[in-house]
């Protein structure tokens, strides 16, 4: 079945390092959404991208749409305790919604 | 504001037993989908629907079946369950068009024993 590669698989940083984590696919998307699920709850949008090129930013968090519609990429900077979590990202195509695999950050104080 | 609801939050079955999940929304969302989350896999799409009345396979359907009897539910079912179902089962949904979010529900922990 069709699924998005996430690098890296998992993260362990300090606290106020710079994050970056990216999503590749064989398959073209014309949106990628980036979403983060905290323990024992569902997962929730952070950034939506709908065009080839797209940069977008929402606070500290900034993520890009691929030239290719291949990848993306989310950045996060200045990490803070609560960015602990796994981070999605989706490409969407008509109906169907694709999930990447995942990256679980940990932040250390 | 209640959005997506899924009932139950958890379960344990034995295997071959049967049920079904509920997921609602009401956000009069014409796209559902139910995906499967299991650990180093992210999530995988089981079964989706663009409208009630239809549903469609996702990526992982076999030994799931789905329905869409009305706008605001969506049912998965579980005929004959087997330990490879134990899972966390998240439901989502959202207005059609590419340029969209969908938004999920709290997740159900199905273990089958």
Redesign the interface.
């Known amino acids: 079945g069709q699924q998005l590669n996430q690098s890296p698989q998992s993260m362990f940083i300090q606290e106020g390092e710079d994050v970056s984590m990216n999503c590749t696919s064989s398959s073209i998307f014309n949106t990628w959404l980036w979403y983060k699920q905290d323990p024992g709850e569902g997962p929730v949008l952070l950034i939506a991208l709908y065009k080839a090129g797209e940069l977008t930013s929402n606070g500290r968090l900034t993520a890009q749409f691929g030239i290719t519609r291949k990848d993306s990429f989310l950045n996060i900077s200045a990490s803070i305790p609560s960015d602990v979590g796994i981070y999605f990202c989706a490409g969407r195509n008509t109906d169907k919604l694709i999930f990447g695999t995942g990256t679980r950050l940990q932040v250390f104080p | 504001n209640a959005g ?1 609801t899924q009932t139950p939050k958890f379960r344990v079955l034995k295997t071959g037993q049967s049920m079904t999940l509920l997921c609602a929304q009401d956000m009069n969302h014409e ?1 559902m ?1 139910w ?1 499967r989350q299991d650990p ?6 089981i079964h ?1 629907s ?1 409208g009630e009345g239809t549903t ?1 396979k ?3 359907p076999d030994g799931y079946n789905v329905s869409r009897l009305k706008k605001q539910n969506f049912l998965l079912g579980l005929e004959s369950a087997a330990p490879s179902q134990t899972s966390v089962y ?1 439901c ?1 949904s ?1 207005y059609p068009g ?2 969209t ?7 159900t922990r199905l273990t089958v024993v």
């Open positions: 997506v796209y989908y995906y180093g896999m992210g999530l995988r799409l989706y663009v469609a996702g990526e992982v998240f989502a959202s590419q340029n979010e969908a938004f999920f529900g709290q997740g």
